[in-house]
């Protein structure tokens, strides 16, 4: 979809400036931190790879180690945050059925 579009299409959703606010600076800083941590392991990375590192052995396997750990939290918390998101839309689906039921 283009981006002109997208930005109508969300520019008319029902959601005021004070939750955008919020929901875009948490989620900026969820995924600034992850990537600036792996910004800066790459460059170690490369500086051990390049053997500009004193330790450049040791240093290689931490920070490998370091990425494969960051890769394996960041899918993990990934999962869970979509499974309680969808309990989240299960749970309100259930209480609009039922909200129907009872008209």
Do not use: H
């Not at 997208?6 to 995924?31: D, K, Q, T, V």
């Not at 800066?40 to 051990?48: E, K, R």
């Not at 590192?53 to 290689?60: A, G, I, N």
């Amino acid at each position: 979809m283009p981006y002109s579009l997208l930005n109508y299409i969300f520019g008319a959703m029902p959601i005021r400036s004070r939750e955008f606010l919020i929901s875009y600076f948490a989620a900026a800083a969820f995924w600034a931190v992850p990537c600036s941590y792996l910004g800066v392991l790459a460059d170690n990375l490369t500086d051990a790879s390049a053997g500009e590192d004193t330790d450049s052995e040791y240093s290689l396997v931490v920070t490998v180690a370091s990425v494969l750990l960051t890769i394996a939290a960041t899918a993990g918390v990934s999962f869970y945050v979509k499974k309680q998101i969808n309990l989240i839309v299960e749970e309100e689906e259930r209480r609009k059925c039922e909200a129907k039921e009872l008209l």
